[in-house]
């Protein structure tokens, strides 16, 4: 693999602080070098292809090349991008540079594949789309490996909204009976108390 310019490495290290992992991000290198947030990273574009269940951590270097192994046979080899047996052994030795370099070429091929831009790596669709033509999304929480007409996702932006203000109105109005109950039992506890006083005086 050949070295890898430092602006690059800014748009890799920018990516992967946008998604969220199973574990905390600590050190790049270690981080990956079980193969699990690599599947969990997969797993957001190609959710056919990933079970992140056949995925378990592991601190040994053995449990390492297996994860990667099987990584290497039920994905990896299916998007075209198989690593070599020297690259998984590095991987799981949490050699410096190397996943940085494996990153590099799975985002090229998400970009690839899923046919999205690089902002739609990091955003959700943007309104100010180019034209009437369909945009591509990658939003990685909601929205996998689709592409979605502009008036489309719109309409379905404009649909929620609707049922949002709608759900604030019933809140709203549940608020205000709940605050007129609670008047009318105060007032029933008073008119109460206005009953029995004068039996209190008898």
Not at 38 to 62: C, F, Q, T, W
Not at 157 to 166: A, D, G, V
Request: proline content about 4%; aromatic content about 6%; hydrophobic content about 35%.
């Amino acid at each position: 693999m050949e070295p890898v310019n430092e602006s690059k490495l800014d748009e890799i290290y920018a990516w992967i602080d946008q998604i969220t992992f199973s574990r905390p991000k600590k050190n790049i290198s270690r981080d990956f070098s079980d193969g699990v947030f690599m599947a969990e990273l997969l797993k957001r574009y190609y959710p056919k292809h990933v079970d992140v269940h056949n995925y378990v951590p592991g601190n040994s270097i053995a449990k390492k090349i297996d994860n990667w192994n099987i990584l290497n046979r039920k994905v990896l080899s299916k998007i075209d991008m198989k690593l070599g047996k020297d690259i998984i052994n590095q991987l799981a030795n949490s050699q410096i540079g190397i996943i940085e370099k494996v990153l590099i070429d799975v985002r090229a091929k998400i970009l690839k594949n899923c046919n999205v831009d690089r902002d739609s790596l990091y955003s959700d669709y943007e309104e100010n789309g180019r034209g009437e033509n369909a945009k591509p999304i990658l939003n990685p929480e909601e929205i996998v490996n689709r592409t979605v007409p502009r008036h489309t996702f719109i309409k379905l932006k404009q649909e929620l909204q609707e049922r949002n203000e709608t759900i604030n109105v019933l809140h709203q109005k549940i608020s205000h009976l709940e605050s007129l109950i609670k008047l009318k039992d105060q007032r029933i506890v008073d008119l109460t108390a206005q009953v029995t006083r004068p039996m209190t005086h008898t």
